[in-house]
Nanobody, 115 residues
Framework: QVQLVESGGGLVQAGGSLSVSCAAAGSISSINRMAWYRQAPGKQRELVAAVTSGGSTNYRDSVKGRFTISRDNAKNTVYLQMNSLKPEDTAVYYC?????????WGQGTQVTVFS
């Protein structure tokens, strides 16, 4: 059984920074893709950023240049550093891990940006 434990997030003024992290624990042999999604109230869940096992990254346009995704393969952990935050970044952020066969999701962590 695989569990994803998220930490970080919180409340910050616009222009500030926050980071979130997600550690995978349990029986997982290898991790292919690690990603962060977010879901704002009344909206669909959307991909924020992803990183492959080879280190390739992709970001949604609205966060490019502000957010950075990274991973520590030895720790099975993915990070998201969020800078220059905007009120529209407010959402619950979920980590996602794909091991080539299964998708796993974190419990979600709230990020709130106030102006």
């Amino acid at each position: 059984q695989v569990q994803l434990v998220e930490s970080g997030g919180g409340l910050v003024q616009a222009g500030g920074s926050l980071s979130v992290s997600c550690a995978a624990a349990g029986s997982i042999s290898s991790i292919n893709r690690m990603a962060w999604y977010r879901q704002a109230p009344g909206k669909q869940r959307e991909l924020v950023a992803a990183v492959t096992s080879g280190g390739s990254t992709n970001y949604r346009d609205s966060v490019k240049g502000r957010f950075t995704i990274s991973r520590d393969n030895a720790k099975n952990t993915v990070y998201l550093q969020m800078n220059s935050l905007k009120p529209e970044d407010t959402a619950v952020y979920y980590c996602n891990i794909f091991d080539g066969a299964n998708d796993y999701w974190g419990q979600g962590t709230q990020v709130t940006v106030f102006s």
